[in-house]
């Protein structure tokens, strides 16, 4: 081996050294989705690079790495030319996204009507008298958290992986949107009257009922989503695309109702 190879040997990444970059890119992309989907890092915010990683205390390899998977899972949007974004979903996109969660919802549903537990049913009843709790207290960021343990656990139980991870990708994507919605007392007090809906008729193993009640849960988050976006103005000119230009600073942001 000539001296020019051994040197290129000497400076290449060893196997060791690309699962260490994997492993802590892995991690990068689960701090940054945590910072987007809790609205610090809001929706069309440019990932500046060399911030991030100053930010996380690593080099710029795995934040590129980690917002190239953010990518390709929906919540980050490159822009040629200009870097890379939080993705913004527009009213439109949203509706449809509403659309697909109300199928998936309602299989859930019905599935686990056929086959909860009683440790299951405990556990969503807990849920619900939870999210009562908090209603009655104003609570919405209580609230909110409950909303979706109770979500988790109905795509848990009654959802396969496929299902599970098609549910999660969606959720992801109308998190912010959901978290607006909630936050109006009556929004609260509605929601959670469907989520009682849904666990009377899992009780009930009525799979049919059980199907109807989520499907009427997540068609009323979807009515209340465009009853605020009315209200409010959201998002009257957005085409519902995701590779539109960066938000300007200032610029008002989608608002939306919850499930």
Request: aromatic letters at 4%.
């Amino acid at each position: 081996m000539d001296g020019s190879a051994a040197a290129r040997d000497a400076s290449a990444p060893s196997a060791l050294d690309i699962v260490r970059t994997r492993s802590l890119a892995s991690l990068v992309a689960q701090e940054i989705e945590r910072m987007i989907l809790s609205g610090a890092l809001p929706a069309g915010d440019r990932l500046n690079e060399q911030a991030l990683a100053t930010r996380l205390g690593v080099s710029r390899g795995p934040v590129r790495e980690a917002v190239r998977g953010l990518e390709r899972a929906g919540l980050v949007v490159a822009v040629r030319n200009q870097g890379s974004y939080v993705r913004q979903v527009g009213a439109e996109e949203a509706i449809e996204i509403w659309d697909l969660r109300t199928a998936i919802t309602g299989m859930a549903c019905a599935r686990l009507a056929e086959r909860a537990s009683p440790a299951q049913l405990a556990a969503l009843r807990a849920l619900v008298k939870r999210m009562e709790a908090a209603r009655r207290a104003d609570d919405a960021k209580a609230y909110f958290a409950g909303n979706v343990e109770f979500h988790e656990a109905l795509l848990a139980e009654g959802g396969g992986p496929r299902t599970r991870r098609l549910a999660n990708e969606l959720e992801k994507e109308l998190f912010l949107f959901r978290r607006r919605a909630l936050v109006e007392p009556q929004n609260m007090r509605q929601s959670n009257a469907e989520h009682a809906a849904i666990l009377r008729a899992i009780a009930a193993r009525d799979a049919e009922a059980a199907r109807s009640a989520g499907e009427a849960h997540i068609a009323g988050g979807k009515r209340r989503f465009q009853a605020t976006d009315t209200a409010t103005g959201g998002n009257r000119h957005d085409n519902g695309h995701d590779d539109r230009p960066p938000r300007r600073a200032g610029a008002r942001r989608g608002v939306a109702g919850g499930g």
